[in-house]
């Protein structure tokens, strides 16, 4: 028996969509579309904007990166700007003029007995004068220099550069001339005239060099206190020194109290920190390994 058409065009009708059947994706299909996502991304990055916009938007944000304020030194500050200022009134820098030249002799023959217990048998001491000794010797100002001075403290007739203590040396000055006669040495172990390291020792004519004796403060007040005996100078007006001259000021003081009238110590001290001495110690190996110093004094 057939089946009437109507009837099957109902069924077909009724029966549900079955979507059609799709192939899965390739793994070249999947890598190609993360090529494209890729070279998308890239296009964004290199899609920059101009350099001025850049640059304003930098400028935004360090404006609120800038929350904490810059670190201060006062102290530092301070320091820096005296030593500009001082620099600038000073002759020809921070450092005084070390000059030499011209210089005024004694020659003692008596030996000297140190206090590390080497000896000189006779020594010489370079020195130079400012002023008049008046007629009881009584104004006489015995001025020490430091570590690396000559006795050049002030310019003179027979040598005109100008000293390291030029501007306190003169008419009305600290050192005022009108008033005192001021003397100034260059100390034993020197290099500006004194016996030192490159004298001729009269033991065997040769250089001192490395043989030259250890000495110490008092050694050298010593030696400068057998000068004023050759002046003839009993007693000082006042003993004054600055740095290692204010450790000789102190010992002139303590070795001939009824001698010295005054005394002045400028940035002196009557012992020696330990870092001060491993300070010098650290000096003295460097002149050690240049020991043409103890033949020329340079």
Known sequence: M??????????????PQIPPCRAPKSPTFSII????????????????APRKAQHAAAAQEAEYESTNPALSFPCLDAYETRSASLSKRSLSGPEPSYTSGHTLNFRSQQPIL?????????????????GTLNQDKSNAILLHTGLSASSHA???????????????????????????????????????????PS???????????????????EDMVRAQFRLLDNLRIQKLYASVGSSMGGMQSLAAGTLFA??????????????????????RHTQRQGAWRNLSYYYTCR
């Open 33 to 48: 579309s993360a090529r494209q996502q890729s070279n998308q991304a890239s296009r964004k990055i290199h899609q920059q």
């Open 2 to 15: 057939s089946v009437p058409r109507r009837l099957l065009g109902i069924a077909r009708a009724s029966r």
């Open 114 to 130: 140190l206090d590390w217990g080497g000896i000189l048998p006779e020594f010489n001491i370079a020195y130079e004068t400012w």
């Open 258 to 279: 009824d001698r010295v009238g005054r005394l002045v110590s400028i940035s002196g001290c009557a012992r020696s920190h330990p870092y001060s001495i491993a300070m």
């Open 154 to 196: 002030h310019s003179t007739e027979t040598n005109t550069k100008p000293g390291w203590w030029e501007k306190f040396i003169g008419p009305d000055k600290p050192l005022d001339t009108d008033k005192y006669f001021v003397i100034c040495t260059n100390v034993i172990g020197g290099c500006y005239g004194s016996t030192g």
């Open 199 to 217: 004298s001729i020792d009269p033991a065997n004519g040769e250089r001192y060099a490395t043989r030259f004796p250890i000495l110490t403060m």
